[in-house]
């Protein structure tokens, strides 16, 4: 099952922030870096040795696995539902896989039903992540629905989590609609003032309005990391 974050609030959403200034400028190692553009291209391109590839990145990776596992789960959750054949593929050589959390991984995403986890889970940022990671695999446009439905919460100033969850989401609609041609088509085409914005606005805009708008309700003590407790 999907995992909630058990960070502070207030530390994962300035963690958030941090990560997001510095992904333009962050070089990745070469392995990360072509894995994470067969992810990122596979609903356009298909790539035929994705199998293969995903062994041997799971063999080799340094990435944390709270990091890269809501990715994999999206990604996989959604292409295995569209594409048994891959699904047997994959699991054909998931012995080959050295890492038992990323072997007992793989068993969660395929006794899990994707859609009734996006659909009972609480709105996060990594919960946008694996909506992206699904949008990625198929090019279904019902995970971008998702990912505008958490957009709404880029009003909220209560709840830290699903301000950051809201923010996230739109800087992602943001960056995403400028890289990939159907996402910003999508957005043009749908009725909501969210994904008008999005189009409007550099990604930059939403980075920096975030870590304002954080720093204000901190210091207005509505966001007191203190209160917070884990659910």
């Known amino acids: 099952m999907f995992r909630r974050p058990s960070l502070s609030v207030l530390k994962l959403a300035l963690l958030l922030i941090i990560t997001l200034l510095a992904a333009p400028a962050r070089a990745q190692d070469g392995a990360a870096h072509e894995y994470g553009n067969i992810l990122q291209t596979y609903y356009s391109q298909n790539d035929p040795e994705l199998v ?5 990145f799971l063999n080799t990776t340094s990435m944390p696995y709270q990091r ?14 569209q594409n048994p054949a ?3 593929a994959l699991y054909a050589r998931l012995g080959e896989v050295k890492s038992a959390e990323h072997q007992q991984l793989f068993q969660r995403i395929r006794a899990t039903n994707l859609d009734s986890l996006y659909a009972q889970a ?11 990671s699904s949008y990625f695999a198929t090019g279904n446009p019902k995970y971008l629905d998702n990912l505008l439905r958490n ?12 301000f950051v969850t809201g923010s996230s989401a739109m800087w992602s609609l943001s960056s995403n609609a ?15 003032k969210n994904a008008a914005l999005a189009l409007k606005k550099e990604p930059g805009y939403f980075r920096q309005e975030m870590t ?3 720093q204000q309700q901190r210091a207005k003590g509505v966001w007191d990391p203190n209160s917070y407790r884990p659910e």
């Open 52 to 56: 293969g590839k995903t062994v041997t």
């Open 178 to 192: 400028r890289q990939h041609p159907a996402v910003g088509a999508y957005l043009a085409k749908a009725k909501s």
């Open 122 to 132: 609480r709105p996060t940022p990594q919960l946008n992540d694996m909506n992206w």
């Open 212 to 214: 304002e708008i954080v």
């Open 151 to 162: 957009a709404q919460y880029y009003a909220e100033r209560k709840d830290l989590m699903l």
């Open 68 to 81: 890269l596992a809501p990715m994999l789960q999206g990604f996989f959750g959604a292409l295995f539902q």
């Open 86 to 88: 891959v699904k047997t």
